[in-house]
């Protein structure tokens, strides 16, 4: 049974396949879950089913973010979940289907992040936040042009996050005695993201890179070089 110091973690499209099964896992180390989705019958049976809170909002509405710090006073993690999938080749794409995808897959994920960072930088501890992208953003799937994009722009998205939240995170505990300091801080902070982003986190990635598929997925010779 949760308590009022168990972690309280919010899946945003926690209604989906992967969404509900982060809820399900989640709430097996007893944490307390909310998870927002569109469809309210389908939001309350995955409710119903995992023990987890809902509600029933669009995925790029921030108010999620302060529903859930307004119901338990903290937020220790914020997972989006949300998106979609559009297979068609780039010459039978509409504009207002490619904007779509672009919409539900790559805003979504900033409306999260944005939100969330906000939240978890006020709270003592941070929190985390995560985001779902796929592997057609580096391997070319037929069909998958509009996906791909969406999903290399979440991956950006994500490493400039990164980036960021090490060069200003790196000055903390500071004590702010005034609007110079403060500038000072920013500035040099801004350097460090900098100079992390085309240093260490390249070689981060080069060294953590994660197993490779046990066969390659796609046609390798359209990756980007």
């Known amino acids: 049974m949760s308590s009022g110091n168990d972690p309280v973690y919010l899946v945003v499209g926690g209604s989906g396949g992967i969404g509900s ?20 019958e389908r939001l309350a ?14 995925a790029r509405d921030s108010a999620a ?31 207002a289907e490619f904007a779509d995808t672009l919409a539900l897959n790559l805003t ?63 000055f903390l505990p500071t004590q702010y005695t005034g609007v110079a300091e403060l500038g000072f801080v920013a500035g040099v902070g801004m350097i460090v993201a900098f100079l992390t982003a085309i240093t260490l986190l390249p070689a981060l990635l080069m060294l953590l890179r994660p197993r490779s598929e046990n066969e390659e997925v796609g046609f390798a010779k359209l990756a980007a070089v």
Do not use: Y
């Open 65 to 95: 973010v302060q529903q859930v710090l307004a119901r338990h006073g903290r937020l220790d993690g914020v997972v989006n979940c949300a998106g979609s999938i559009l297979l068609k080749p780039a010459h039978l794409i509409t504009e």
């Open 21 to 40: 099964s982060v809820a399900r896992q989640l709430r097996t180390t007893g944490a307390r879950v909310v998870i927002t989705g569109r469809e309210a």
């Open 108 to 170: 979504t994920a900033f409306h999260v992040l944005r939100s969330s960072a906000r939240a978890l930088m006020r709270q003592p501890g941070g929190g985390s936040i995560v985001l779902c992208s796929s592997v057609a953003a580096r391997r070319g799937l037929i069909n998958h042009e509009a996906i791909a994009a969406a999903k290399a722009g979440v991956e950006g998205l994500a490493l400039a996050a990164a980036a960021t939240a090490v060069g200003f995170l790196s």
């Open 45 to 58: 049976t995955i409710g119903a089913e995992t023990g987890s809170e809902t509600l029933q909002l669009e």
